[in-house]
């Protein structure tokens, strides 16, 4: 059996890449659902369909764990997933998503005031504020919507994307801030330019989820005795695309459509 990644694009494998530096051991099966790609503008029930679709088509290809890499279908999605989709139909499977470790990781880093940046379904959804409400109330979050981020990052328009970036948050990082979350995966290709460009501390999902899926298996071994050793990646999208190629070839071992 497979861990399973799934994103609304791309941006979920460097996930997958930093999650496989430190577990090589396992192998891997990834589903970026470019079809439908960018999720931040979509309706919640649009949401929940695409993820439920994916997910399940993770399961029944060979995962029993899947990381929903997406902050937009985390936030929509993934306790609905739980409370269903696991329950009546894949009782032995685990479904995680990406907030909750990410607001573990604001509270065990000490942030104090925290900008988050994400979709506007992220943003407006305001899971990030739930959740860290749960286990802290030191924490001062506040969010702002970047929407458009994901085409220029989809497109490997990193400058573009940094120079949008830098004019949408104009005025908004100021002195107070100590902590910036990069609320999607996508933006982790951006980690490097945000820490130069401001001189805060950067949340980026590809360092931290690795390690909290290595803690989770070591917790559950029921689910980590389950999967396969091959060290192999299996990369699957919903549509092709020729700008896909060089980011895609970076990763994939075999593919299919």
């Known amino acids: 059996m497979k861990i399973g990644f799934f994103d609304s694009g791309l941006g979920g494998l460097t996930i997958l890449k930093a999650t496989r530096e430190l577990l090589p051991q396992y192998d891997y ?21 695409f ?14 764990l899947v990381i929903v890499a997406c902050n937009t279908a985390s936030a929509e999605s993934v306790r609905k997933l739980q409370a269903t989709m696991l329950v009546d139909e894949y009782a032995n499977r685990k479904v995680l998503g990406v907030i909750i470790p990410t ?14 940046i994400g979709t506007r379904r992220t943003v407006s959804s305001g899971k990030y504020e739930k959740e860290l409400k749960k286990i802290s109330s030191q924490i001062k979050l506040t969010s702002h919507a970047t929407p458009k981020l994901v085409p220029f990052i989809e ?8 120079t949008t970036l830098e004019i949408t948050l104009q005025g908004e990082v100021g002195e107070e801030i100590d902590t ?9 290709l951006l980690k490097d330019n ?29 689910i980590k005795s389950t999967h396969s050793l091959g060290g192999t990646i299996t990369v699957v999208v919903s549509r092709e695309d020729a700008r896909y190629e060089k980011i895609l070839n970076e990763y994939r071992t075999n593919t299919r459509e």
């Open 51 to 64: 993820t439920s679709s994916a997910v399940r088509r993770l399961f029944d290809e060979g995962a029993i």
């Open 103 to 116: 607001v573990e990781a604001l509270v065990e880093c000490g942030a104090q005031n925290v900008l988050l």
């Open 29 to 49: 099966l990834y589903f970026g659902d470019t079809a439908n790609l960018p999720y931040g503008d979509k309706t919640e029930e649009e949401i929940y369909e």
């Open 194 to 222: 945000v820490r130069s460009l401001y001189r805060k501390r950067v949340i980026s999902q590809d360092e931290i989820i690795p390690v909290k899926i290595q803690t989770y298996l070591e917790k559950h071994t029921e």
């Open 180 to 188: 910036i979350v990069l609320g999607c995966t996508h933006y982790t």
């Open 155 to 162: 497109s490997g328009n990193i400058s573009g994307a940094c």
